[in-house]
């Protein structure tokens, strides 16, 4: 009987330069589609919306935007949506939701509602037909491969990249 001295977490963190180079070659148009879709109706602020690992992409996308758009950038605070019923208003706004399964109920809640109110939303997962993936006008498809270890790295990865497509 073999023994396994390689966990799942040292495989993934190891894919992680070939994932990465997978999606800035297979995704630049589907992210540069999106740029021109806000380009062509800029946003007065950006709402990011992610739990977990995603959540700390959503800190660095939140530091890019506020940086390189001198735009207010705010984390979204799910709860209001979904336990309170008081959602911000968010039109004239980019709400992006990062989650690597996309099936977060309270992060898919909170692109529903932006989209209800005419903000422009941007999913970026890890799986394309995933109900955030639905509820978004705009997928990035983050292609990562499926994440077996507890910390989703290489989807972490991709999304810190992706954070700032412009």
Same mark, same amino acid.
């Given at each position: 009987?073999?023994?396994?001295?390689?966990?799942?977490?040292?495989?993934?963190?190891?894919?992680?330069?070939?994932?990465?180079?997978?999606l800035?070659?297979?995704?630049?148009?589907?992210?540069?589609?999106?740029?021109d879709a806000?380009?062509?109706?800029?946003?007065d602020?950006?709402m990011?919306?992610?739990? !977990?690992? $995603?959540?700390?992409a959503?800190?660095?996308?939140?530091?890019?935007?506020g940086?390189?758009? %001198? @735009?207010?950038? #705010?984390l979204?605070?799910?709860?209001?949506?979904?336990?309170?019923?008081?959602p911000?208003?968010?039109?004239?706004?980019?709400?992006? !939701?990062? $989650?690597?399964?996309?099936?977060?109920?309270?992060?898919v809640?909170?692109?529903?509602?932006? %989209? @209800?109110?005419? #903000?422009?939303?941007?999913?970026?997962?890890?799986?394309?037909e995933?109900?955030?993936?639905?509820?978004?006008?705009?997928?990035?498809d983050?292609?990562a491969?499926a994440?077996?270890?507890?910390?989703?790295?290489?989807?972490y990865?991709?999304?810190?990249?992706?954070?700032?497509p412009?």
């Open positions: 009987m073999a023994i396994r001295t390689e966990s799942h977490l040292q495989e993934e963190i190891q894919q992680q330069p070939e994932v990465l180079k997978r800035l070659e297979s995704r630049r148009v589907a992210v540069e589609r999106v740029a806000i380009q062509k109706h800029p946003p602020f950006v990011f919306a992610a739990r !977990g690992s $995603s959540d700390n959503a800190r660095y996308g939140q530091y890019l935007f940086a390189a758009n %001198r @735009l207010p950038v #705010a979204a605070t799910p709860s209001l949506f979904t336990l309170y019923g008081q911000p208003r968010l039109e004239h706004s980019l709400v992006v !939701g990062i $989650s690597q399964s996309g099936q977060s109920p309270d992060i809640a909170v692109l529903k509602e932006a %989209r @209800l109110q005419g #903000a422009q939303t941007v999913a970026i997962t890890n799986d394309r995933s109900s955030l993936a639905e509820v978004a006008e705009h997928t990035i983050l292609a491969g994440e077996k270890s507890v910390a989703a790295t290489k989807t990865t991709c999304a810190t990249r992706k954070a700032h412009f």
